[in-house]
């Protein structure tokens, strides 16, 4: 019954909403064009990593689908940017102060978002740092000037807006508050379902889809009703 070429639980969407948790989604930040990392966390020496250090690395496309874990999919999206694993090669890795790898990478966002995965997931070949969109300039709404994307994981591992990363030796360096510890899986694998922390995805699957049109409506609104810094 269920299509083919989707992972369990999820149904194809024809557009591309801009989407998120309903606490963001009018909280859009005043500088969108300004590429400026800030490396932090106990791995690492911090520093920044900058457009023009982007520059340096090879910029690739990629197509691939994207997963929100309230079971909306968008099939086929053309990405361009640079490979996360290029980008910790270049410029993390030399910044770590000990040979041990870090356990865990948060991506810090300038809507006040933050998500983290484990250094592992992020060095697999499809996860990038996007800056365009089929062909075009990131826009606002799906993250601009630059984003995660990490199509193997749910959209909440897709950090729009990033501002920096911090670099941790251990995952206990890292917890959310409240209700969000629970929505937000260490992992997020799409192909494993792993929807949420404690409630098993199958159930969640349930819980989320009611919610998705009127999500959509009010990051639609937010979009419309915040005006730019
Ligand atoms: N900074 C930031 N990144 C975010 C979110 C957010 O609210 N703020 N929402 C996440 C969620 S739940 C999803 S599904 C995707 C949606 O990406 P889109 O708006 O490009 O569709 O962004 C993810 N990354
Ligand atoms: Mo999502």
């Given at each position: 019954?269920?299509n083919?070429?989707?992972?369990?639980?999820?149904?194809?969407?024809?557009?591309f909403?801009?989407?998120?948790?309903?606490?963001?989604?009018?909280?859009?930040?005043a500088d969108?064009t300004?590429?400026?990392l800030?490396?932090?966390?106990?791995?690492?020496?911090?520093?920044?990593?900058?457009?023009?250090?982007?520059?340096?690395i090879?910029?690739?496309?990629?197509?691939?689908?994207?997963?929100?874990?309230?079971?909306?999919?968008?099939?086929?999206v053309?990405?361009?940017?640079?490979?996360?694993?290029?980008?910790?090669?270049?410029?993390?890795?030399?910044?770590?102060?000990?040979?041990?790898?870090?356990?865990?990478?948060?991506?810090r966002?300038?809507?006040?978002?933050?998500?983290?995965?484990?250094?592992?997931?992020?060095?697999?070949a499809d996860?990038?740092?996007?800056?365009?969109?089929?062909?075009?300039?990131?826009?606002?709404?799906?993250?601009?000037p630059?984003?995660?994307?990490?199509?193997?994981?749910?959209?909440?591992?897709?950090?729009?807006h990033?501002?920096?990363?911090?670099v941790?030796?251990?995952?206990?360096?890292?917890r959310?508050?409240?209700?969000?510890?629970?929505?937000?899986?260490?992992?997020?694998?799409?192909?494993?379902?792993?929807?949420?922390?404690?409630?098993?995805?199958w159930?969640?699957?349930?819980?989320?889809?009611?919610?998705?049109?009127?999500?959509?409506?009010?990051?639609r609104?937010?979009?419309e009703?915040?005006?730019?810094?």
């Open positions: 019954m269920a083919k070429s989707l992972p369990p639980g999820q149904q194809p969407r024809s557009d909403p801009r989407f998120g948790l309903p606490k963001y989604a009018d909280r859009i930040p969108t300004t590429v400026d800030a490396l932090r966390g106990d791995a690492v020496r911090e520093r920044s990593i900058t457009a023009s250090d982007l520059d340096k090879e910029r690739v496309e990629q197509i691939s689908d994207f997963h929100c874990v309230t079971t909306w999919s968008h099939l086929g053309r990405w361009g940017g640079y490979r996360f694993r290029h980008v910790y090669d270049a410029f993390i890795k030399p910044s770590l102060i000990q040979t041990d790898l870090p356990a865990l990478l948060v991506f966002c300038r809507d006040g978002y933050r998500t983290g995965l484990p250094l592992e997931d992020l060095l697999a996860v990038l740092l996007a800056n365009t969109l089929n062909g075009s300039p990131l826009s606002v709404e799906h993250g601009a630059l984003r995660v994307v990490a199509p193997s994981h749910y959209g909440y591992k897709n950090a729009k990033i501002k920096g990363i911090d941790w030796t251990s995952t206990r360096r890292y959310k508050r409240g209700v969000g510890h629970y929505i937000d899986h260490p992992r997020a694998r799409v192909a494993q379902e792993e929807r949420g922390r404690i409630i098993p995805g159930i969640l699957r349930r819980v989320y889809r009611p919610a998705i049109e009127k999500t959509v409506q009010q990051f609104k937010g979009m009703t915040t005006s730019l810094g």
